[in-house]
């Protein structure tokens, strides 16, 4: 069955890096992509971008663009998110998401999501 | 960026009653919207795609509908396995927006 299990909950101050970790099992990792989203506390969901698996061609949002990279694996079957420069409205759920073959986009398959906690 | 709007933000009805959630979408967009059911603690659970496409395993009792810029998500009757909060999600173009959600109680 398909599985995307990510890394542990975080806790950093104000101005440091996060990286996080999504492993995939269960498909051809390589033939999907990877889409990120977040939620803050009370908030709706927040798209962040995404990466191909298979040729490792990546797309932000433009909310984003400046300090997120996304990267991938092959070898590990694991997708990696790593957002810089945090500030305190960072605090959310992150989560990893596969995208569907096909044309129209949609996720089926989510990580459990990270608690990551910016806090002084 | 596209702006997806649902009402109301929350709801309380009893098991049993049909149940109609909307969404507006703030340019038309075809029938390129999704809906999900979140519970607290858990990630987004899918319910429809591509406005009308129940996803496998989904229970028939809800359903979806509209296009162009009005969306709905029905539940035809409501059970307590039910009270979640139901976000839509546009598909028609990145970055892919949700609505801000309706919490459905009982």
């Known amino acids: 069955q398909v599985q995307l299990v990510q890394s542990g909950a975080e806790v950093r101050k104000p101005g440091a890096s996060v990286k996080i970790s999504c492993k995939a099992s269960?498909?051809?990792?390589?033939?999907?992509?990877i889409h990120w989203l977040r939620q803050a506390p009370g908030q709706r969901p927040e798209w962040m971008g995404w990466?191909?698996?298979?040729?490792?061609?990546?797309r932000y949002s433009q909310n984003f663009q400046e300090r997120l990279l996304i990267s991938r694996d092959t070898s590990a079957s694991t997708v990696y998110m790593e957002l810089s420069s945090l500030g305190y409205d960072d605090t959310a759920i992150y989560y990893c998401?596969?995208?569907?073959?096909?044309?129209?986009?949609?996720?089926?398959?989510w990580g459990q999501g990270v608690l990551v906690t910016v806090s002084s | 960026d596209i702006q997806m709007t649902q009402s109301p933000s929350s709801l309380s009805a009893s098991v049993g009653d049909r149940v109609t959630l909307t969404c507006r979408a703030s340019?038309?967009?075809?029938?390129?919207v999704n809906w999900y059911q979140q519970k607290p603690g858990e990630a987004p659970k899918l319910l429809i795609y591509f406005a009308s496409n129940l996803q496998s395993g989904v229970p028939s009792r809800f359903s979806g509908g509209g296009s162009g810029t009005d969306f709905t998500l029905t539940v035809s009757s409501l059970q307590p396995e039910d009270v979640a909060t139901y976000f839509c999600?546009?598909?028609?173009?990145?970055?892919?927006?949700f609505g801000q959600g309706t919490k459905v109680e009982i």
């Open positions: 990466i191909n698996a298979g040729d490792g061609y990546t």
């Open positions: 269960g498909y051809s990792f390589t033939s999907y992509a």
């Open positions: 998401a596969r995208r569907e073959l096909g044309g129209v986009l949609y996720f089926v398959h």
């Open positions: 340019q038309t967009i075809s029938t390129y």
């Open positions: 999600q546009q598909s028609y173009g990145a970055p892919w927006t």
